[in-house]
């Protein structure tokens, strides 16, 4: 048996959530800075915690900033939906033997705001938010977290992501990484140990890997 857990990241793999992210904080940074920046400028704040996002970005009150953030994603929470194909991979995962996690940049409060609404949270039995760790990702601090919490070696899980700060936590973490692609808009190929064109791909891909035993840990 080669994995245990099957480790998810959610924006971008799991929910798409690019649309509001990025307009909700082209609206905050115009509302704070009196500029409007454009779209394009600001795809790397997807993957990344807000915080570093706006530190990147060199806005002087952060606090004040992830709060109006969080005020105008929540005007555009509508525009937020899984993925096509997520759900039925994620209960073809369970219904498997393997455990399901998620390892995010969200803290817990944009995670029930977020994703629980979704009604996907019931998948996944371990979650690791920014909260959890000082460090983040692309940093190896969340995955090693997530290890320790649902006490799987490295070797047992594979971490799915859509970002190169994802496969770099992975890579840091010594855990096998999964690019999803249907989401992912890095010109230059990232180099992931498995990649994915749809959801149903992660399925498939896995029962040529290796099947889990139904044993609980």
């Given at each position: 048996?080669?994995?245990?857990?099957?480790?998810?990241?959610?924006?971008?793999?799991?929910?798409?959530?690019?649309?509001?992210?990025?307009?909700?904080?082209?609206?905050t940074?115009?509302?704070?800075?009196?500029?409007?920046?454009?779209?394009?400028?600001?795809?790397?704040?997807?993957?990344?915690?807000?915080?570093?996002?706006?530190?990147?970005?060199?806005?002087?009150?952060?606090?004040?900033?992830?709060?109006?953030?969080?005020?105008?994603?929540?005007?555009?929470?509508h525009t937020i939906q899984p993925f096509q194909g997520i759900k039925e991979c994620l209960q073809s995962l369970l219904s498997r033997g393997y455990i399901l996690g998620i390892v995010t940049s969200k803290t817990y409060q944009e995670y029930?705001?977020?994703?629980?609404?979704?009604?996907?949270?019931?998948?996944?039995?371990?979650?690791?938010?920014?909260?959890?760790?000082d460090e983040h990702k692309p940093q190896a601090a969340p995955l090693v977290a997530y290890l320790a919490k649902a006490h799987v070696s490295p070797e047992n899980a594979l971490y799915i992501g859509d970002s190169i700060y994802d496969i770099q936590c992975a890579n840091n973490a010594g855990v096998d990484s999964g690019l999803v692609l249907?989401?992912?808009?890095?010109?230059?190929p990232i180099r992931a140990d498995y990649y994915f064109k749809t959801p149903?791909?992660?399925?498939?891909?896995l029962i040529h890997i290796s099947e889990p035993t139904r044993q609980a840990e």
């Open positions: 048996m080669k994995y245990k857990h099957i480790v998810f990241d959610i924006d971008g793999t799991l929910i798409d959530t690019e649309y509001a992210v990025i307009n909700s904080l082209i609206k940074i115009t509302e704070i800075t009196g500029r409007t920046p454009q779209y394009e400028s600001l795809k790397f704040a997807l993957g990344i915690t807000g915080r570093n996002a706006l530190e990147l970005l060199k806005i002087p009150d952060i606090e004040d900033a992830l709060k109006r953030w969080d005020r105008n994603m929540k005007l555009l929470q029930y705001s977020d994703f629980e609404p979704l009604g996907l949270a019931d998948y996944f039995s371990t979650i690791v938010c920014a909260d959890d760790t249907w989401s992912n808009n890095v010109s230059n149903n791909d992660i399925s498939l891909s």
